[in-house]
């Protein structure tokens, strides 16, 4: 028996980095995938510790809030660096991605239509952030801190993969991100999830915007 499960809608939404994750270390986990029809009745949104999805099981650990899960993994599976300096630079890093993925959602949930243009011409501002940070890696770049994996580099990852497809060239200009994003989903188990018909026909947000 597998001893995670994750409790969420029918999207990749905040769970695709938790589940690269897990399938990249070779981790098996249960799906409880929540209906729409589900959710409203409201049971579960009342036992939710913030009333919302993510949940996350471990045996009979209960818990919420995606960033928080990813810690608990990176803790977990030594994916959260080798000093307190590296675990607070990952923290740091994740904490940017959070703000970017708000900004990102915002963008599909509320301002699609008439948003798209100006974020898809501001994204430069924002990539470049991480492009420099990478840039200043001493490993070369291949992960966000250290040389190492962590549930940072999952993560931005996917959130990278979801700008590529609200823009395809948004990596154009940016060689480290570019080369970043290949390394990472060409490691062997990652390849094999996102090559998945369990990931590939999970929709990305749950409005059908991408
Ligand atoms: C939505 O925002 O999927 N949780 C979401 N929505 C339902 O009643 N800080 C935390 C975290 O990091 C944020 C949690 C997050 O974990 S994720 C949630 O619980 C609520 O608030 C994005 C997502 N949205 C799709 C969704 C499913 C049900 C309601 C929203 C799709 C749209 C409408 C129905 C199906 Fe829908």
């Not at 818990?63 to 928080?68: G, L």
């Not at 599976?77 to 307190?84: A, E, M, S, V």
């Not at 700008?163 to 094999?192: D, G, M, W």
């Amino acid at each position: 028996m597998s001893e995670y499960t994750i409790i969420y809608f029918n999207v990749r939404g905040r769970c695709e980095p938790v589940r690269m994750l897990l399938a990249d270390k070779g981790l098996k986990w249960k799906e409880e995938v929540v209906s729409f029809e589900t959710w409203t009745q409201g049971d579960l949104k009342k036992e939710a510790v913030f009333g919302q999805l993510p949940g996350f099981k471990d045996k009979d650990f209960m818990m919420y809030q995606s960033n928080a899960i990813l810690r608990h993994l990176g803790r977990k599976h030594g994916l959260y660096g080798r000093t307190p300096e590296e675990n607070s630079l990952i923290d740091m890093m994740n904490d940017g991605v959070e703000d970017l993925r708000l900004k990102y959602l915002t963008l599909i949930y509320k301002n699609y239509e008439d948003g798209k243009d100006a974020y898809i011409t501001n994204l430069p501002s924002e990539l470049r952030y991480f492009e420099h940070f990478l840039s200043g890696n001493k490993y070369g770049g291949t992960f966000l801190v250290g040389n190492e994996i962590s549930f940072a580099d999952y993560n931005l990852v996917d959130l990278l993969r979801c700008h590529l497809v609200l823009s395809s060239e948004c990596l154009a200009e940016f060689p480290l991100l570019s080369k970043y994003v290949s390394s990472i989903t060409s490691r062997p188990n990652l390849q094999t999830f996102l090559s998945s018909d369990a990931h590939k026909n999970r929709p990305i947000n749950g409005n059908g915007k991408q």
